[in-house]
DNA sequence: TTCATATATTAGTCTTGAATAATAAATTTA
DNA sequence: TAAATTTATTATTCAAGACTAATATATGAA
């Protein structure tokens, strides 16, 4: 059995992960949403930020403290947020993430529950695959006729299958 | 802002699936684990379990018990762990979803971690989504000039870009 | 400028899924 | 069959990320 041939259960990528310098999946949550704002009004405070992530304030709290640890980003008791130079770049780079998966899912045909679909899957796609899918969805754009004999072929096929 | 429109931590995504009757993502590997084994073996041994899962058994133990008590696993402390049959149902759309994840990696031209990569993604998976990427792996098979023209379009598009 | 309201923080609790250490049952072997 | 070994369980602990309740700070109005 290789080293890459070993199953691990989602707990165990999770403290694998804590090794390297990564953030947790909900650290991106939080910082993507923060970068979002960055780019709208160039701050954000605890209670939009909970809102927007349907999280309570206390939350917000506990977590931004964490990012300011982390020096991602830049803030004081009861301030505003702000996003450090590497909070910038940090954030920048989960927002293409989530905008290339949602394009892949766009493309694929995906259209209830959009944001659902991409918010869950963005945190389980490395960088290489995000690379390669959104490779794949330049493929399409450049070849808009591939996707049009998808869609036609999904009509055959969709049919009467219901492999589930 | 519409129902769907709302953004969730994955926290978040997680407490709003307890409501329904779906797995955790922790059960769901393990589930699929003892699927595999029952298709080779007709039954599993929270010693194997823990040992493909790189977990504890004591760990293993602890979610066997879980499973069993949602009536998908067939087991008594001490002895063999078997499938119910909402046990094997389970169990054979988790190994279903693996692979229709591990072939899309595998068509966009992911070699390293394959299963790595498959087993954070899986989880994260709606059945409408794996059912739209399904039908693109179908969709690649009948047409393989396809996947030839995006192999192409790689080599040149991957080269100088450097987007992350 | 003081009081009311809005905003943020802290402390403590819960759940999941890991881990360890100690214990118990089952199995092998002498 | 008794002792040694392997296998499994229980009890307890830990970290993340949510929550609530209580408290603290800031801000706007009278």
Redesign the interface.
């Known amino acids: 059995m290789s080293k890459?041939?070993?199953?691990?259960?989602?707990?165990?990528?999770q403290l694998l992960n804590q090794e390297d310098k990564s953030l947790t999946?909900?650290m991106e949550?939080?910082l993507e949403?923060i970068y979002r704002n960055m780019e709208k009004e160039g701050y954000i405070r605890i209670n939009t930020l909970s809102r927007?992530?349907?999280?309570k304030p206390s939350s917000a709290t506990k977590m931004v403290q964490k990012l300011a640890a982390l020096g991602l980003v830049d803030y004081q008791k009861y301030g505003i947020i702000f996003l450090t130079e590497d909070g910038k770049k940090y954030g920048k780079?989960l927002l293409?993430r989530h905008n290339v998966i949602e394009k892949f899912?766009q493309n694929?045909?995906?259209t209830?529950?959009?944001?659902?679909?991409t918010?869950?899957?963005e945190?389980?796609?490395?960088?290489?695959?995000m690379?390669?899918?959104?490779?794949?969805n330049?493929?399409f754009e450049?070849?808009p006729g591939?996707l049009e004999?998808?869609k036609k072929?999904?009509e055959i096929?969709?049919h009467g299958i219901g492999?589930?």
Chains 1, 2 share one sequence.
Request: overall charge negative; aromatic content about 14%; charged content about 25%.
């Open positions: 890459n041939d070993r199953f691990y259960t989602v707990r165990g990528y999946s909900g949550d939080y949403m927007l992530l349907n999280v780079f293409d899912l694929i045909g995906i209830e529950n959009l944001l659902l679909e918010e869950l899957i945190h389980s796609i490395s960088k290489n695959t690379k390669n899918i959104d490779l794949l330049g493929f450049t070849h591939v004999e998808f072929f999904k096929a969709g492999k589930t």
